[in-house]
């Protein structure tokens, strides 16, 4: 009797032709196509470091069958080693999963083995087994016909602490059908072999949100240098907690941040003008602080999400910003006091 072997590192489960879960017709009656996605796209942007959800989805390619009776297939991740998918929720993947169907013995979310997943999903109970604990379950027909996909398996992975393009993607697809006419009448449910159709994978765009600083700022009249930071995520979601701020500042004067989409290096006011024209102002601030404290005085704008998104920014983009504020008494007869600068990347 003819077997067919499906083999998962160190699981191995044969399925024997007679039996029905594995039945196949010499010819493949059609084709199944898995999509990778995260909220109904095949790409995604993420932080370094964060966890990114994804479901995979089965349609057949044609009506010439009656739905899915097996499906189970690999997974690779080049971000990285990959954990066993979720367990098997809802009526349709349970009917799949052991003891209502049969699936890989570690589990319906596949076996970790390399690095890879192997052998997520499982078979329904085309055998209509009555004698052992499993499968015992009642074929459903229809699962993943064409124009109505089917949500076979989710998970998670972890976005790689570098930034950069990371794939998640599907192999090995191996697939049944139940086969058109069929009713299940007699021993078994006949099912015909499926062919591997399109297979789109999860393409994960990684960001790091780290603000960095650049360029030199101007020594002030009180024989300090301004220095610029960051508070929070420089998100469009999340907590909208991304602050600029800036130290180092004589106390009491009026200042302001003003930032742009490219850096500069140029001379200006006695200091050096870091951020490329064109330039979006911010509402003038007081630095406060203390008469009696050199370079007490501080500013602390609140870049909202609201604004990022007024300011035509996206995930990806890139602002560069400096702070410039009165310095009077300034021994150079400018005025005028800088801070260094601050690239940042804006992120999902």
């Known amino acids: 009797m003819k077997k067919i072997s499906i083999t998962s590192g160190l699981q191995k489960t044969v399925l024997t032709a007679g039996t029905a879960l594995c039945l196949s017709a010499l010819a493949l009656a059609s084709d199944v196509n898995l999509s990778i996605e995260n909220g109904g796209t095949n790409m995604v942007n993420a932080l370094v470091g964060t966890q990114v959800d994804y479901e995979i989805w089965a349609e057949l390619s044609d009506n010439n069958n009656q739905g899915l009776a097996l499906l189970c297939f690999d997974l690779s991740y080049t971000?990285?080693?990959?954990?066993?998918?979720?367990?098997?929720?809802?009526?349709?993947?349970?009917?799949?999963?052991?003891?209502?169907?049969?699936?890989?013995?570690?589990?319906?979310?596949?076996?970790?083995?390399?690095?890879?997943?192997?052998?997520?999903?499982?078979?329904?109970?085309?055998?209509?087994?009555?004698?052992?604990?499993?499968?015992?379950?009642?074929?459903?027909?229809?699962?993943?016909?064409?124009?109505?996909?089917?949500?076979?398996?989710?998970?998670?992975?972890n976005a790689p602490n570098t930034p950069g393009a990371y794939l998640l993607d599907a192999?090995?697809?191996?697939?049944?059908?139940?086969?058109?006419?069929?009713?299940?009448?007699?021993?078994?449910?006949?099912?015909?072999?499926?062919?591997?159709?399109?297979?789109?994978?999860?393409?994960?765009?990684?960001?790091?949100?780290?603000?960095?600083?650049y360029c030199v700022g101007k020594l002030n009249s009180q024989g300090c240098t301004p220095s610029i930071g960051s508070s929070g995520t420089s998100s469009l979601g999340g907590a909208d907690d991304f602050h600029v701020t800036a130290t180092n500042v004589v106390d009491g004067m009026t200042g302001l941040m003003f930032y742009g989409g490219a850096p500069a290096s140029l001379p200006f006011y006695g200091g050096q003008l870091c951020v490329a024209a064109p330039h979006k102002r911010t509402p003038a601030q007081n630095s406060g602080g203390s008469s009696t404290t050199p370079c007490s005085g501080t500013y602390d704008y609140h870049f909202s999400q609201a604004q990022m998104v007024s300011s035509g920014l996206m995930t990806g983009s890139k602002i560069y910003a400096q702070y410039w504020y009165r310095d009077p008494a300034h021994l150079d007869g400018t005025g005028i006091g800088l801070s260094n600068a601050l690239e940042v990347t804006i992120c999902p």
């Open 171 to 213: 192999s090995q697809v191996i697939a049944n059908v139940i086969r058109l006419g069929e009713t299940g009448v007699g021993e078994f449910w006949a099912v015909d072999q499926a062919g591997t159709g399109t297979l789109t994978g999860l393409i994960i765009n990684v960001s790091d949100c780290s603000p960095s600083t």
């Open 79 to 157: 971000g990285g080693a990959l954990a066993a998918a979720n367990g098997a929720s809802g009526a349709t993947q349970l009917n799949f999963a052991t003891p209502l169907g049969l699936n890989n013995p570690a589990g319906y979310g596949g076996t970790a083995a390399g690095g890879n997943l192997v052998q997520v999903g499982g078979a329904q109970n085309t055998i209509k087994n009555t004698f052992a604990a499993a499968p015992k379950g009642t074929v459903m027909t229809g699962v993943g016909a064409n124009g109505a996909r089917v949500l076979f398996a989710s998970g998670s992975v």
